[in-house]
């Protein structure tokens, strides 16, 4: 059995399978938790390479809703997340059996990915403010005039 089989192997016995009896409608799995319960050492690109694929998330039926962690994306901290097969959300309050924050996570990630990022999103905003200078020093926008 290759690597990535074992980590799909090991994925479905202890998070896809128990998830689905609770009735959840995702998971999350940090790699450094698969790296861990596997015994492997010096592996973690190999386990956050197969949570990642596509292939991964066609032969589990998982949708990858979310990725954290660093840039690289190869650390025991980077955490999946998932929304489990036959799980779609069918209203908000479906949702809200975690907390109502975890509800709220990632709601506007398509509207700034279309925009260019949140960030990028937001710089432009700033740019197409513009400011005057007042007599006592403090900038005020042209938009606060009368």
Not at 92 to 115: F, M, N, T
Request: aromatic share 6%; glycine share 8%.
């Amino acid at each position: 059995m290759g690597l990535n089989e074992e980590v799909q192997q090991h994925v479905r016995a202890t998070y896809i399978n128990p998830a689905k009896q609770r009735g959840e409608t995702s998971i999350r799995i940090k790699a450094g938790d698969i790296h861990r319960d596997l015994g492997w050492a010096n592996r973690v690109p190999s386990v956050c390479t197969t949570l990642d694929s596509q292939k991964f998330q066609r032969e589990t039926g998982l949708k990858l809703l979310s990725k954290q962690g660093p840039p690289s994306g190869y650390s025991t901290t980077v955490l999946y997340t998932y929304r489990l097969p036959n799980s779609e959300i069918t209203s908000p309050q479906s949702e809200l059996r975690g907390s109502k924050l975890d509800a709220l996570y990632g709601i506007l990630s398509d509207v700034y990915r279309e925009l260019g990022g949140a960030e990028n999103f937001i710089r432009s905003e700033r740019e197409k403010l513009h400011f005057r200078k007042e007599e006592d020093g403090e900038s005020v926008s042209d938009e606060d005039e009368p």
